[in-house]
T-cell receptor, first 113, second 116 residues
Framework: GNSVTQMEGPVTLSEEAFLTINCTYT??????LFWYVQYPGEGLQLLLK?????DKGSNKGFEATYRKETTSFHLEKGSVQVSDSAVYFC????????????FGSGTRLSIRP | EAGVTQFPSHSVIEKGQTVTLRCDPI?????LYWYRRVMGKEIKFLLH????????ESGMPNNRFLAERTGGTYSTLKVQPAELEDSGVYFC??????????????FGSGTQLSVL
């Protein structure tokens, strides 16, 4: 079946450090891939997405590239800020309905000033 | 514009008790979804309403869970009786369109349920 595996947290970094949160997936066909973020006290929000192989999603300085050959969608940011502290969820869907989104288990990121 | 609102933000109950969670979607959103994250694991889909009708309830774990959306506005999710394994964060989300517009899927901040 379809599934998403992401690195376990928590991840703690210093401000301005480079960030990578690994995400790999298992799916038949060609899923769309997403990163969602949940800031403290807020709901999940879509951070970025990629809908086909080699697409790069980007937003707020974060990037992730859809790698079909390695079934990965790693999240990266060159210089993190304290305000990036949140829980990040990798997700996929093969369908257009939000009822079919498969989420990973989340990675908590904490950034030290 | 108000976002998706969930009540309560936290609930602590004893095993065997009943708890009712509420979700107020964004006004005008016909689609309402419930998800949950148990034990810090992956977020899983529970069910999907279109207006007051249950479009998909394939993720509901068992008959201790009852979801309603009377009048197609707010929704409630009742757990009766609650068990220890029901502890987790329950998320609600809403959208105007039901398909393919993930940028327009809005989540609430969740209800943290602890069953002791």
């Amino acid at each position: 079946g379809n599934s998403v595996t992401q690195m376990e947290g928590p991840v703690t970094l210093s401000e301005e450090a480079f960030l990578t949160i690994n995400c790999t997936y298992t799916a038949t066909g060609y899923p769309s891939l997403f990163w969602y973020v949940q800031y403290p006290g807020e709901g999940l929000q879509l951070l970025l997405k990629a809908t086909k192989a080699d697409d790069k999603g980007s937003n707020k300085g974060f990037e992730a590239t859809y790698r079909k050959e390695t079934t990965s969608f790693h999240l990266e940011k060159g210089s993190v800020q304290v305000s990036d502290s949140a829980v990040y969820f990798c997700a996929l869907t093969r369908y257009s309905s939000a009822s079919k989104i498969i989420f990973g288990s989340g990675t908590r990121l904490s950034i030290r000033p | 514009e108000a976002g998706v609102t969930q009540f309560p933000s936290h609930s602590v109950i004893e095993k065997g008790q009943t708890v009712t969670l509420r979700c107020d979607p964004i006004s005008g959103h016909d689609n309402l979804y419930w998800y949950r994250r148990v034990m810090g694991k992956e977020i899983k889909f529970l069910l999907h309403f279109v207006k007051e009708s249950k479009q998909d309830e394939s993720g509901m774990p068992n008959n201790r869970f009852l979801a309603e959306r009377t009048g197609g506005t707010y929704s409630t999710l009742k757990v009766q009786p609650a068990e220890l394994e029901d502890s987790g964060v329950y998320f609600c989300a809403s959208s105007q369109d039901g398909r393919g517009v993930y940028e327009k899927l809005f989540f609430g901040s969740g209800t943290q349920l602890s069953v002791l």
